[in-house]
């Protein structure tokens, strides 16, 4: 299955430095203006660790999300409400 950045609309691969919004289950690429620098994007595919993070379309409608736990699903660690892991390297 494949996924489009919420922001560019191009597909998301393994090789793309990417996030997942587990809040609203969309993808964006760190590049897609996501405010999120290569070093700390770096340092948390490394470390294993979240992102503190909303994705653009759900930063923009300021939606109010409850605050869930991190969650792993299928190998990839993936967050809920207000967190997002790095998808790639």
Known sequence: MS???IMCKK???KR???????ACNKW???????????ETYRD????????????????ASRTILP???S???EGIWSTLAGYAIPYGH
């Open 44 to 59: 948390a595919v490394k470390s294993g660790v979240d992102i503190l993070w909303k994705c653009e379309s759900c930063s």
């Open 16 to 22: 793309q430095e990417s996030l997942l919004y587990d």
């Open 71 to 73: 969650t792993r699903n």
């Open 3 to 5: 996924y489009r950045c």
């Open 67 to 69: 605050n869930f736990e």
């Open 28 to 38: 964006q690429h760190r590049t897609c203006n996501s405010g999120v620098s290569r």
């Open 11 to 13: 597909i998301v691969n």
